[in-house]
């Protein structure tokens, strides 16, 4: 078996608020620096370790965790999850 570092990235979906990166955004705004930005948004990451047979089933093994941990919710949050060689 091989150890496979990997990434879960928790964000909201397009159109569903991100209160975090507004507040964010609107104290770059009030300092009146970084005026190149427009946008920001905040997300969550979960890192693992994992050890698998391959990299297809760390990324399903740790989809499979998130599913039932509950750690996201399917309605307004997408999830990415990026596989590495440790």
Same mark, same amino acid.
């Given at each position: 078996?091989?150890?496979?570092? =990997?990434?879960?990235? /928790?964000?909201?979906?397009?159109?569903? !608020? +991100?209160?975090?990166? @507004?507040? /964010? *955004?609107? @104290?770059?705004? *009030?300092?009146? $620096?970084? %005026? $190149? =930005? !427009?946008? /920001?948004?905040?997300?969550?990451? *979960?890192?693992? $370790? /994992?050890?698998? %047979? +391959? %990299?297809?089933?760390?990324? !399903? %093994? =740790?989809?499979?965790?998130?599913? @039932? *941990?509950?750690?996201?919710?399917?309605?307004? !949050?997408?999830? $990415?999850? +990026?596989?590495? @060689?440790?």
């Amino acid at each position: 078996m091989a150890t496979y570092n =990997v990434h879960v990235t /928790i964000e909201n979906k397009p159109g569903i !608020s +991100d209160p975090e990166g @507004d507040t /964010i *955004l609107n @104290d770059l705004v *009030l300092k009146g $620096t970084h %005026k $190149t =930005v !427009s946008k /920001i948004k905040t997300a969550k990451m *979960l890192k693992f $370790t /994992i050890k698998e %047979k +391959d %990299k297809k089933t760390a990324q !399903s %093994k =740790v989809q499979e965790i998130c599913d @039932d *941990l509950r750690i996201y919710n399917p309605m307004v !949050s997408k999830v $990415t999850i +990026d596989v590495f @060689d440790a």
